[in-house]
C-alpha cells in the first residue's frame, strides 16, 4: 500500500509562475528601452538575439545586456545598459504571476495539514526574490535552491535535502514540476510520487514519466485526498 502524502514539493519556474512568459515580456520591454535610449535596432532581432544568449548562458545569466552590446556594438554603453536593466526589471516584476489556482490550492493543502516545499535551480537570491514578489514566501516551511547543494536537479542531493528540511521520508511526498528529466526523473529515483505540470510544459513533452499529470495545479488536491483516503 502506497504511503500518505505528508508534503507537497513544488518546482518554482513554469510550476507555480509563468517563467517564460515574464522572461519574454522583460526581454522586449528592455529592447524597446534601448531603442527609445536612442540604440539603432531591429527590435525582434534584438529579442531573438537576447533569447538567443540566455539559451546559451543559461536564463539566470546576469550580464546578458553587457554581452548583447558587445556583439551588437563592439562596446559597452552604460545609457544603453542601465535603460535595458531599468526597463527589463520594472517589466519583470510587472510580468511576474502565478498559474491560475495556485493561491488557493497552496492554501487548501496547508489547511490539510500538509507540508509544502519547494524545490529550485534558480540561484538563491533570484528564487527568493520570486517568492517575495509572488508574496509566496511565507507559506513554505522549506526552500532549497542551487546554492543549498551546489547540484542541479536530477542529482539526489536537493530531493533528500528538502524532505531532511521538512522531516519526512521521500515515500511521504509528492514532487510537482514541469521538466521530466529533472523534476521526476530526480524525484522518482528518492521514492517520491511525482506529479507533472503540464499547463506550464514548455518542451512539448509527450510522455512525462509521472504518476500524475496535471493540467491544473488544483487537481493536487483531489490526488492527496484520494490517496490519503486508500
Partial sequence: MAKAIKAVIFDLDNTLLDFMKMKDAAI??????????????????AVETLKGIYDEKGYEYQEVFNEFLLRSTGRVDYKYLASAI?????AKEASLMLYPHANVTLMTLAKMGLKLGVVSDAPSRE???????????HLFDAVVTFEDTN????????????????QIKPTEALMVGDWPEKD???AKQVGMTTAFARYGDTLGVQDSGADYDLTDLYQLVDIVQQRNRS
Fill in 28 to 45: 522586449r520591454s528592455a529592447v524597446d528601452a534601448m531603442a527609445e535610449a536612442g540604440l539603432p535596432l531591429a527590435k525582434e532581432q
Fill in 86 to 90: 531599468v526597463a527589463y526589471r520594472r
Fill in 127 to 137: 528564487a527568493w526574490m520570486r517568492l517575495c514578489y509572488l508574496n509566496l514566501h
Fill in 151 to 166: 547540484v542541479h536537479k536530477p542529482a539526489p542531493e536537493p530531493f533528500h535535502k528538502i524532505c531532511n528540511l521538512l
Fill in 184 to 186: 521526476m526523473v530526480g
